[in-house]
Protein backbone atom coordinates (compact mmCIF):
# COMPACT_ATOMS: atom_id res chain seq x y z
CA UNK A 1 0.00 0.00 0.00
CA UNK A 2 1.15 3.59 -1.11
CA UNK A 3 1.34 6.23 1.51
CA UNK A 4 2.41 9.73 1.88
CA UNK A 5 3.51 11.31 5.15
CA UNK A 6 1.40 14.39 6.40
CA UNK A 7 4.72 15.58 8.11
CA UNK A 8 7.49 15.37 5.89
CA UNK A 9 5.52 14.06 2.26
CA UNK A 10 7.54 11.36 2.05
CA UNK A 11 6.00 8.84 0.23
CA UNK A 12 6.68 5.05 1.19
CA UNK A 13 5.33 1.66 0.83
CA UNK A 14 4.10 -0.64 3.51
CA UNK A 15 3.81 -3.92 3.00
CA UNK A 16 0.78 -5.38 4.40
CA UNK A 17 -1.94 -4.15 2.69
CA UNK A 18 -5.19 -5.55 4.18
CA UNK A 19 -7.75 -2.67 3.63
CA UNK A 20 -8.37 -2.36 7.78
CA UNK A 21 -6.99 1.14 9.57
CA UNK A 22 -3.36 0.12 11.03
CA UNK A 23 -0.23 2.04 11.94
CA UNK A 24 2.65 2.64 10.10
CA UNK A 25 5.70 4.62 10.61
CA UNK A 26 7.39 7.03 8.10
CA UNK A 27 10.70 5.64 7.47
CA UNK A 28 11.82 9.50 7.47
CA UNK A 29 10.53 10.93 10.37
CA UNK A 30 9.27 8.35 12.38
CA UNK A 31 5.63 9.64 12.16
CA UNK A 32 3.16 7.48 13.23
CA UNK A 33 0.35 7.54 10.76
CA UNK A 34 -3.15 5.50 11.06
CA UNK A 35 -3.91 4.70 7.29
CA UNK A 36 -7.89 4.52 7.15
CA UNK A 37 -8.20 7.35 9.89
CA UNK A 38 -10.06 10.73 8.87
CA UNK A 39 -7.92 12.81 6.75
CA UNK A 40 -5.12 11.06 7.10
CA UNK A 41 -4.30 12.56 10.47
CA UNK A 42 -1.14 11.82 12.41
CA UNK A 43 -0.71 9.86 15.20
CA UNK A 44 2.09 11.07 17.13
CA UNK A 45 3.73 8.89 18.93
CA UNK A 46 3.79 9.69 22.98
CA UNK A 47 7.04 10.09 24.83
CA UNK A 48 6.81 9.66 28.28
CA UNK A 49 10.32 11.86 28.84
CA UNK A 50 8.43 14.94 27.22
CA UNK A 51 5.24 14.28 29.27
CA UNK A 52 6.59 13.81 32.61
CA UNK A 53 8.22 17.12 32.04
CA UNK A 54 5.38 18.50 31.14
CA UNK A 55 3.53 17.32 34.46
CA UNK A 56 6.60 17.34 36.87
CA UNK A 57 5.31 21.17 38.30
CA UNK A 58 1.41 20.59 37.85
CA UNK A 59 1.75 16.96 40.11
CA UNK A 60 3.67 18.98 42.33
CA UNK A 61 1.26 21.60 42.98
CA UNK A 62 -1.59 19.08 43.17
CA UNK A 63 0.71 17.24 46.17
CA UNK A 64 0.96 20.78 47.86
CA UNK A 65 -2.96 20.96 47.37
CA UNK A 66 -3.95 17.96 49.03
CA UNK A 67 -1.23 18.46 51.67
CA UNK A 68 -3.18 22.37 52.37
CA UNK A 69 -6.17 19.98 52.39
CA UNK A 70 -5.11 17.71 54.98
CA UNK A 71 -3.56 20.54 57.13
CA UNK A 72 -7.07 21.97 56.66
CA UNK A 73 -8.39 18.57 58.09
CA UNK A 74 -6.06 18.46 60.76
CA UNK A 75 -7.37 22.22 61.77
CA UNK A 76 -10.71 20.83 61.55
CA UNK A 77 -10.30 18.04 63.38
CA UNK A 78 -8.39 20.16 66.36
CA UNK A 79 -11.32 22.61 66.22
CA UNK A 80 -13.96 19.95 67.04
CA UNK A 81 -11.78 18.79 70.41
CA UNK A 82 -11.49 22.21 71.47
CA UNK A 83 -15.09 23.03 71.28
CA UNK A 84 -15.85 19.04 72.47
CA UNK A 85 -13.83 19.60 75.69
CA UNK A 86 -12.38 23.20 76.35
CA UNK A 87 -14.62 25.45 78.73
CA UNK A 88 -16.67 27.74 76.23
CA UNK A 89 -19.76 29.79 76.79
CA UNK A 90 -20.61 30.16 73.24
CA UNK A 91 -23.12 27.36 73.54
CA UNK A 92 -26.69 27.06 74.92
CA UNK A 93 -27.15 23.38 75.54
CA UNK A 94 -24.93 20.78 75.69
CA UNK A 95 -26.39 19.34 72.61
CA UNK A 96 -25.09 22.75 70.42
CA UNK A 97 -21.37 21.64 71.71
CA UNK A 98 -21.90 18.04 70.09
CA UNK A 99 -23.49 18.68 67.21
CA UNK A 100 -20.63 21.79 66.35
CA UNK A 101 -18.18 19.20 67.80
CA UNK A 102 -19.55 16.50 65.24
CA UNK A 103 -20.09 18.90 62.14
CA UNK A 104 -16.25 19.88 62.72
CA UNK A 105 -15.38 16.31 62.95
CA UNK A 106 -17.27 15.58 59.77
CA UNK A 107 -15.62 18.18 57.93
CA UNK A 108 -11.90 17.08 59.14
CA UNK A 109 -12.72 13.81 57.68
CA UNK A 110 -13.90 14.87 54.09
CA UNK A 111 -10.53 17.32 53.98
CA UNK A 112 -8.35 13.90 54.85
CA UNK A 113 -10.22 12.03 52.06
CA UNK A 114 -9.96 15.18 49.27
CA UNK A 115 -6.38 15.42 50.53
CA UNK A 116 -5.60 11.81 50.80
CA UNK A 117 -7.45 11.59 46.63
CA UNK A 118 -5.24 14.48 45.58
CA UNK A 119 -1.95 13.07 46.99
CA UNK A 120 -2.53 10.26 45.43
CA UNK A 121 -3.81 11.32 42.04
CA UNK A 122 -0.70 13.33 41.57
CA UNK A 123 1.75 10.92 42.75
CA UNK A 124 -0.15 8.86 39.50
CA UNK A 125 0.26 11.65 37.33
CA UNK A 126 4.29 12.52 38.09
CA UNK A 127 4.54 8.63 37.57
CA UNK A 128 2.18 8.49 34.33
CA UNK A 129 0.71 5.53 35.67
CA UNK A 130 -2.92 6.05 35.83
CA UNK A 131 -4.60 8.86 33.82
CA UNK A 132 -7.77 8.16 34.95
CA UNK A 133 -6.68 8.78 38.86
CA UNK A 134 -4.76 11.91 37.73
CA UNK A 135 -7.79 13.47 36.00
CA UNK A 136 -9.75 12.53 39.17
CA UNK A 137 -7.37 14.60 41.61
CA UNK A 138 -7.31 17.52 38.87
CA UNK A 139 -11.28 17.96 39.45
CA UNK A 140 -11.05 17.57 43.06
CA UNK A 141 -8.69 20.37 43.13
CA UNK A 142 -10.88 22.34 41.05
CA UNK A 143 -14.17 21.41 43.14
CA UNK A 144 -14.83 24.64 45.68
CA UNK A 145 -15.17 21.45 47.96
CA UNK A 146 -11.99 21.87 50.87
CA UNK A 147 -9.80 24.57 52.59
CA UNK A 148 -7.62 25.65 49.87
CA UNK A 149 -10.07 26.17 46.73
CA UNK A 150 -8.35 29.43 46.17
CA UNK A 151 -4.98 27.90 45.23
CA UNK A 152 -6.75 24.43 44.06
CA UNK A 153 -8.81 25.67 41.22
CA UNK A 154 -5.91 27.14 39.06
CA UNK A 155 -4.09 24.20 40.04
CA UNK A 156 -6.78 21.84 38.90
CA UNK A 157 -7.28 23.86 35.51
CA UNK A 158 -3.67 23.93 34.73
CA UNK A 159 -3.54 19.89 35.40
CA UNK A 160 -6.49 19.54 33.21
CA UNK A 161 -5.55 21.35 30.52
CA UNK A 162 -2.16 19.73 30.77
CA UNK A 163 -3.51 16.15 31.13
CA UNK A 164 -5.94 16.51 28.34
CA UNK A 165 -2.94 16.82 25.86
CA UNK A 166 -3.04 14.00 23.42
CA UNK A 167 0.56 13.59 23.58
CA UNK A 168 0.64 13.66 27.09
CA UNK A 169 -2.36 11.37 27.27
CA UNK A 170 -0.63 8.65 25.58
CA UNK A 171 2.22 8.53 27.30
CA UNK A 172 -0.02 6.94 30.46
CA UNK A 173 0.25 3.27 31.31
Not at 10 to 20: I, K, N, Q, T, W
Not at 57 to 77: D, F, K, N, R, T
Request: glycine letters at 12%.
Amino acid sequence: MNHTCPMCGHAFRSEDDFGVAHEVVCPSCGTVVREGHPAGAPVLRADRGWAAERLEIPSIALMLVGGLALLGGLMQLCLAGVILFADIDDFDSPEERIFGAIMYGVGSLWAFAVGGIIIYGALKMRRLESWGFALTAAIMAVIPCNVCCMFGMPVGIWSLITLNDPQVKGAFR
